[in-house]
């Protein structure tokens, strides 16, 4: 580490004075002294010390559970920010990741507390307006979802609506804008990509980062039809949560090395589709990655989660909302602490004490527990050109329902509810000790 040259500031010139003032003024001075030391003395010495004895205070107050980032404090220490070689950008590749990050983080204290636990959220959408009518509001209702969840967890997000790099388009977006988000990011130890169509569906759920310490990667799916049937579909790229480190610049250097950009792309688009019979895009590039790095390496660093919907598909879950709420009012009724109302910043407790009555609601399809994110995967609500499964207005129906499930965790807190999770607008205030 190399130290800022500081400027060398000029010293100001002292006035000579002449004896007599010099004479006076110390005069003055030891008069003031005297009146002071007497004035001290008189005190009770438990009153008012006359020096403090107190350490200085800590940068970050690191002994507080949860210490609050020191914004301010940017020290003129050199770190990868000042390597003019250094980029945010695919073409400019990135070497001793950890060590940087650990350097960074040991020059900002005020972020290491829980740091190996700190998550930060990447969406998006395109920059030009949504070509179908109702889409810019389903995107704004979907963006203000996540934004809720990342209030409700202390998660700070970043909503990219441009291209970091042409030519990485459409889904291969998320490519450089996760890597940038990394690099802008070095207090962040695990970044979590979420579709534009993705809503949380249980804002009290937290991610089970413990279950995670052996990995770097995290997607939703189903092992068998990715390893065995060798199926793009067995997982899916819309939400993934990837570790903030050396490993992971590598696996997205590799996993953009399969896209448009790459000068290899004709060729594994022959690789793909002879694996998975399916053409080259973002999701079963990753599926490749998955298969090549579970057939060759003895430890496996990529997970495909099934223990809880980190991305579930609308249509098995929209259908079970309304049963969900149910349940989870008649659980209620029983336990007064999770009637009790509450401030919104303290939210997380009430999840904790909810656990111990979901233990036998189950997980994913089937379960009562409320599903974890919920995505909206071919409906394409701002082009408007949905899976032809679907119709526009299903989709649209459905969208309310999820949003408005969402909402209402967030509205209690406020001291409203949606009586009907089909009226988007629709809000009644909730009662003393709801639902009694």
């Known amino acids: 580490m190399v130290a800022f040259p500081h400027a060398i500031w000029r010293k100001p010139a002292i006035r000579i004075l002449d004896r007599p003032t010099l004479f006076l003024a110390g005069a003055i001075s030891a008069l003031l002294l005297l009146s002071a030391f007497f004035f001290f003395t008189s005190l009770d010495s438990n009153s008012i010390p006359l020096f403090s004895q107190s350490k200085p205070t800590n940068l970050c107050n690191c002994n507080q559970p949860n210490p609050a980032f020191n914004l301010h404090f940017d020290p003129p220490i050199s770190t990868f920010y000042d390597d003019p070689s250094f980029g945010y950008t695919l073409d400019k590749p990135i070497t001793n990741w950890d060590r940087k990050r650990r350097t960074w983080l040991n020059l900002h204290p005020s972020f290491q507390?829980?740091?190996?636990?700190?998550?930060?959220?990447?969406?998006?959408?395109?920059?030009?307006?949504?070509?179908?009518?109702?889409?810019?509001?389903?995107?704004?209702?979907?963006?203000?979802?996540?934004?809720?969840y990342c209030r409700t967890h202390g998660y700070d997000i970043f909503y990219?609506?441009?291209?970091?790099?042409?030519?990485l388009p459409s889904c291969w977006a998320k490519i450089p804008a996760v890597r940038a988000a990394m690099v802008a990011h070095?207090?962040?130890?695990?970044?979590?990509?979420?579709?534009?169509d993705a809503v949380f569906t249980d804002m009290e759920f937290k991610l089970p980062l413990h279950r995670y310490k052996d990995y770097n990667f995290v997607v939703h799916g189903w092992p068998k039809e990715v390893y065995v049937k060798k199926s793009w579909l067995g997982l899916n790229a819309g939400s993934f949560l990837i570790?903030?480190?050396?490993?992971?610049?590598?696996?997205?250097?590799s996993w953009a090395d399969m896209g448009p950009k790459s000068s290899n792309f004709n060729k594994w688009e022959g690789v793909l589709m002879d694996v998975f019979k399916h053409e080259s895009d973002d999701q079963t590039a990753l599926a490749y990655l998955l298969l090549k790095e579970h057939q060759q390496w003895r430890t496996k660093r990529m997970l495909i989660e099934t223990g809880y919907y980190l991305e579930g598909y609308w249509v098995l879950i929209v259908d079970t909302l309304k049963n969900i709420t149910e349940r989870y009012l008649e659980v209620?009724?029983?336990?007064?602490?999770?009637?009790?109302?509450?401030?919104?910043?303290?939210?997380?407790?009430?999840?904790?004490?909810?656990e111990p009555s979901l233990k036998d609601a189950g997980n994913e399809f089937g379960s009562w527990r409320r599903p974890f994110v919920t995505h909206f995967a071919g409906c394409q609500p701002c082009n408007g050109k949905h899976n032809p499964l679907f119709t526009g207005k299903g989709c649209r129906d459905a969208m309310d329902i999820a949003l408005n499930f969402a909402d209402n965790q967030v509205l209690r807190n406020y001291g409203f509810v949606h009586r009907n999770l089909s009226d988007s607008s629709g809000v009644s205030p909730l009662p003393f000790d709801y639902p009694a």
């Open 243 to 253: 570790r903030n480190c050396q490993w992971s610049l590598d696996l997205l250097d």
């Open 332 to 354: 209620e009724t029983t336990a007064g602490m999770l009637r009790r109302r509450h401030a919104e910043k303290v939210s997380e407790r009430y999840g904790l004490l909810r």
């Open 186 to 196: 070095p207090e962040a130890e695990w970044i979590w990509w979420l579709d534009e």
């Open 160 to 167: 990219n609506n441009v291209l970091l790099d042409p030519e």
């Open 113 to 148: 507390p829980n740091s190996h636990e700190r998550v930060f959220i990447v969406t998006g959408s395109r920059s030009t307006p949504c070509k179908s009518p109702t889409g810019d509001h389903y995107l704004l209702r979907f963006y203000r979802n996540k934004v809720d």
